[in-house]
């Protein structure tokens, strides 16, 4: 069964840094690119960040280019997302993903609540 669990959010003040990650099991890890979306209400949830099967490839949505950092661990099955210099909005609730063929699964999802 596959599973992504999220950890790692909370209520921040804008700027400085924080990790996100997201557990994985149930699947081959190693072989798979990984995403994280994010999700505010009465808004479509967006893409963010994907890294490849290896950490050798990364990319990002332009808002967070040069903010946020995308990496996994194969060894762990977990994948991070490095939060720097948060803004109010890059409130929202952060989901891990991966799409095992063709179908995309989803971990519950972790808060992120930047506010002064």
């Known amino acids: 069964q596959v599973q992504l669990v999220e950890s790692g959010g909370g209520l921040l003040q804008p700027g400085g840094s924080l990790r996100l990650s997201c557990a994985a099991s149930?699947?081959?890890?190693?072989?798979?690119?990984m995403n994280w979306y994010r999700h505010v209400p009465g808004k479509e949830r967006e893409w963010v960040a994907g890294v490849g099967d290896s950490n050798s490839m990364t990319t990002y949505r332009d808002s967070v280019k040069g903010r946020f950092t995308i990496s996994r661990d194969n060894a762990k099955k977990q994948v991070y997302l490095q939060m720097n210099s948060r803004k109010p909005e890059d409130t929202a609730a952060y989901y891990c993903n991966v799409r095992l063929q063709g179908v995309a699964k989803w971990g519950q999802g972790t808060q992120v609540t930047v506010s002064s």
């Open positions: 149930g699947f081959s890890f190693s072989s798979y690119g």
